[in-house]
Structure formats: structure tokens, C-alpha cells
């Protein structure tokens, strides 16, 4: 196969943090052991497919500015699927990531009928088996695309049209059996347009009921077929619709117990999704913790001054150590990873910016799990926050969460000239400089 990113050699070498060669690694050393684990393991890298080969820069305003040439109209759309997929697989090789993920849209062009787009879908998913063989990278997860086709305008399990709910059945039934001939760790469910414009024609009950069936026919179908990765729902709370169905990871977490699903399905979540929720990322992933449903992430950053999902790469080491300090306190990943769900910005044109881009985010997440590791071995934000909840563990706490004091009883306490409870420091800012003395040591 022809090469594409000739100007890059590959695999991107790590040559340490002094290191001046842009093409390098500065601190994601995929084999030094961190915690226990090698780092490669610990981050479990992911490439997306579609933002990176399957997007050509094209915004509202404009059309597209980056150099993927199997997007070009005119193209057998085949033969530039196979292109575009030798091109992916090189760059995942010459970056050296163990995963991607990728939507049935992005690798296998639509056909004419449904039986048509199914076999485009087969023929390249077969193809993908072989070039996972060759090149060692892995599927962290499979998708389906149920956003950007017309018929899903009004939302696919949630549209007032039973059959588009079918027709995104099918769909999923598909790339489903696909993620699980490529050996996928996850599938991913984003309700891309699962929610609503106006309530004034909405019915959110039946919406609701809806999704729910969907969620259980792809949670049956994945015991059918024997597909022991996790089912993932990624949530957003707004964008394409004004209101998302996925809100944020509580309210997904709502929606599986009310469904009776949280034991079958957690959560993939977004940087900046979490922020466009108005959360902090670490406060998803310490939530998704707390209620047992905590899966993969979708590493990006959003804008602190634009209110929409600009999907750019993360560069805030500060920002990425909170993240992976809940990561690495919730025991780290199992079937999860880090996806870049990350684009260029659309004047990087040269095609080394795809390196540049992705060597960014991994340095970021790198120094972010040495400096979140650094923190958790040195242990002093895990005592204080022991010592701050400590009365929990004497009699009076105990007694208070086991049930035997009722509301008299405490009314008793009180009356008998039990003490006032001193308040004493939250010590916020002190534990801020915890943060930024671990950020500066981490090495
Ligand atoms: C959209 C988004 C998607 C999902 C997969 O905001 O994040 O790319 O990750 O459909
Ligand atoms: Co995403």
C-alpha cells in the first residue's frame, strides 16, 4: 500500500522530557511501570476514526482545509474506504497507540439499500481484522453513526417513528456483531440526537420507554452473541439537540436504574461534554465512581470562553491530573481507555499535524497520571479527606447511618448538652498546593 504520512517515520519514539525533537514523546514512556502497571496499560490510548481521517476540516462556515484525499467526491466510495483505512492504520502503527475506535459510517460507506451498506460494512470490518493482525492495534470500541443520516433527524430509538427506531435497530444489530469479530473492549451508545428540540410536540414519557427498549434489545443481543466488552452510553447534555436524553452521568445513571440496566451498562464520558454540563471532568468520573458505572473517556478539552463542543486536544496537565486522580482512585481502567475524540483545528494542514496533535494529548495524559499517582502514593489528599470524615466512624456516626437513632433520639442528644460541633478548615487552598507541588515533581 502506498504510504501516506511520508514525511513521519514511526513509531514516535520517547526520548525524554528534555528532548527537542518534535516527533517525540517527552513523557508517555510507554513501558516504564507507574503504579503497579506499564503506562501503556494504565492509558490505554485510543485514535478516532472520524475525526481524524474522516473529516476534512469542512465547519459551518466553510468547506473543508485538511489533506484526506479518499474524501474527495467522485471517489469509488470503496476503494477510498480502503484507502482511508490504510491510511488509519499507518498512523495508528507510526504513533503507536494499541486502540482505536471508529462509527460504521466513518470505515464502510452507506449503500443503496440497507443490504448493500451491511455488506460494505462486512467487507471493510474483514479487512480492518486482517490490518489489526499486521499492525498489533486493537478496537476499543465500535459505533454506530444513528446522528448524521436525514431519517434520524427526529432521534433514532426516541423518534415518533417506530420504523426509524428499527431502521437504528438494524443498524446497531450490525456494528455490534462487527466490535465483536474485531475483538472490541467496548461498545459505545451516543444518543446523538436522542432528545428534543421543543416539548411542544414531544412526548418525553414515550421518548423515555423508548430508549429503554433500544438499550435492552443491544444489551440481549450482546449476551446472545457472547460479547463480553462493555456497553457504554456516552452522555452530553445539549448539542445536536437542545436538550440530550443523556444528560450528564447522573442522569444516565437515573435513567439504568429506573430501567433496571445499571448492571449491564456504564458510562463513557467526554471531557467536554462534562463541561459543556456545567461539571468539572473529575467530578464525572468521581460520580460514575460513586455509583459503580464508571467505563471509558473521551479525552478532549473544550474552551473556557465558547459554549460548544470544539473537541480540541487536551493540553491542561492540571486539569487532566484531577481526571486521572478519580481513575486512578476508582482502580483505573479495565475494558475503558482513553479515546481522543479530539480534532485538528482546521488550519493545521500539514499532515504531520495529526502527530503533533496526538503527541500533545498523550504527553498531557502522561504527566497527568504521574503527577495523580504521585499524589495517591504520597496518600496526604486520601488522609485528610479520612480525617475530615472520621467522626462518621466513631459511635454517633455510626449509630446515625445503621438506623437505631430516629429523629428524637438526636433531638435527645442535643437536649442533653451534647457540645456544639466546632466547624474546622476545609483546607481547600492548602490541598490546591498538594495539587501543584505534585504537578511540578512528577517525573
Ligand atoms: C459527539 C461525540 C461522538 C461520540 C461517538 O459529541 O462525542 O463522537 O463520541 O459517537
Ligand atoms: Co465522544
Not at 514523546?25 to 516504564?32: A, I, L, P, Q, S
Not at 467496548?186 to 428534543?196: A, F, H, I, K
Not at 423508548?210 to 457504554?232: D, P
Not at 471531557?271 to 460520580?287: C, K, P, Q, R, S
Request: proline fraction near 5%; hydrophobic fraction near 40%; charge should be negative.
Amino acid at each position: 500500500m502506498p504510504e501516506f504520512f511520508t514525511d513521519v517515520t514511526g513509531p514516535i519514539p520517547y526520548l525524554g522530557p528534555d528532548s527537542n525533537e518534535p516527533l517525540s514523546f517527552r513523557w508517555y514512556d510507554k513501558d516504564r511501570v507507574v503504579a503497579g502497571r506499564r503506562m501503556e496499560d494504565h492509558l490505554r490510548f485510543a485514535v478516532c476514526y472520524w475525526h481524524s481521517f474522516n473529516w476534512d476540516g469542512f465547519d459551518i462556515f466553510g468547506a473543508g482545509t485538511l489533506d484526506r484525499p479518499w474524501l474527495a467526491p467522485g471517489l469509488d466510495p470503496m476503494e477510498a474506504a480502503r484507502a482511508k483505512q490504510d491510511a488509519a492504520f499507518e498512523f495508528f502503527a507510526k504513533l503507536g497507540v494499541p486502540f482505536y475506535c471508529f462509527h460504521d459510517v466513518d470505515m464502510a460507506p452507506a449503500g443503496d439499500t440497507f443490504a448493500q451498506s451491511t455488506a460494505n460494512l462486512n467487507e471493510l470490518v474483514e479487512r480492518a481484522a486482517g490490518l489489526q493482525e499486521q499492525t498489533g492495534v486493537g478496537l476499543l470500541w465500535g459505533t454506530a453513526n444513528l446522528f448524521s443520516h436525514p431519517r434520524f433527524a427526529a432521534g433514532a430509538a426516541t423518534n415518533p417513528n417506530p420504523e426509524m427506531f428499527a431502521r437504528a435497530a438494524a443498524q446497531v444489530c450490525n456494528i455490534l456483531e462487527a466490535t465483536h469479530r474485531l475483538g472490541g473492549e467496548n461498545y459505545v451508545l451516543w444518543g446523538g440526537r436522542e432528545g428534543y428540540e421543543t416539548l411542544l410536540n414531544t412526548d418525553l414519557q414515550r421518548e423515555a420507554d423508548q430508549l429503554a427498549r433500544f438499550m435492552h434489545l443491544v444489551v440481549e443481543h450482546k449476551h446472545r452473541i457472547g460479547f463480553t466488552g462493555a456497553i457504554l452510553i456516552e452522555p452530553k447534555p445539549f448539542e445536536p439537540t437542545k436538550h440530550q436524553y443523556d444528560y450528564d452521568s447522573a442522569t444516565v445513571h437515573a435513567f439504568l436504574q429506573r430501567y433496571d440496566l445499571a448492571s449491564e451498562i456504564k458510562v463513557n464520558i467526554e471531557v467536554n461534554h462534562a463541561t459543556l454540563a456545567g461539571h468539572d471532568f473529575h467530578h464525572e468520573i468521581a460520580y460514575a465512581n460513586a455509583a459503580g458505572i464508571f467505563g471509558s473517556i473521551d479525552a478532549n478539552a473544550g474552551d473556557d470562553r465558547l459554549g460548544w463542543d470544539v473537541d480540541r486536544f487536551p493540553v491542561s496537565v492540571e486539569q487532566m491530573t484531577l481526571g486521572m486522580y478519580e481513575i486512578l482512585r476508582g482502580g483505573g481502567f479495565t475494558t475503558g481507555g482513553l479515546n481522543f475524540d479530539a480534532k485538528l483545528r482546521r488550519q493545521s494542514i500539514d499532515r504531520s499535524d495529526l502527530f503533533h496533535a496526538h503527541i500533545a494529548g498523550m504527553d498531557t495524559m502522561a504527566r497527568a497520571l504521574l503527577a495523580a499517582s504521585l499524589l495517591l502514593e504520597e496518600g496526604e489528599l486520601e488522609a485528610n479527606r479520612e480525617a475530615r470524615y472520621a467522626g462518621w466512624d466513631g459511635a454517633l456516626g455510626r449509630d446515625i447511618m445503621n438506623g437505631s437513632l430516629d429523629l428524637p433520639s438526636l433531638q435527645k442528644w442535643a437536649a442533653d448538652g451534647a457540645p456544639d460541633p466546632a466547624p474546622v478548615s476545609g483546607r481547600q487552598e492548602a490541598l490546591e498546593n498538594l495539587v501543584a507541588r505534585a504537578v511540578e515533581r512528577a517525573r
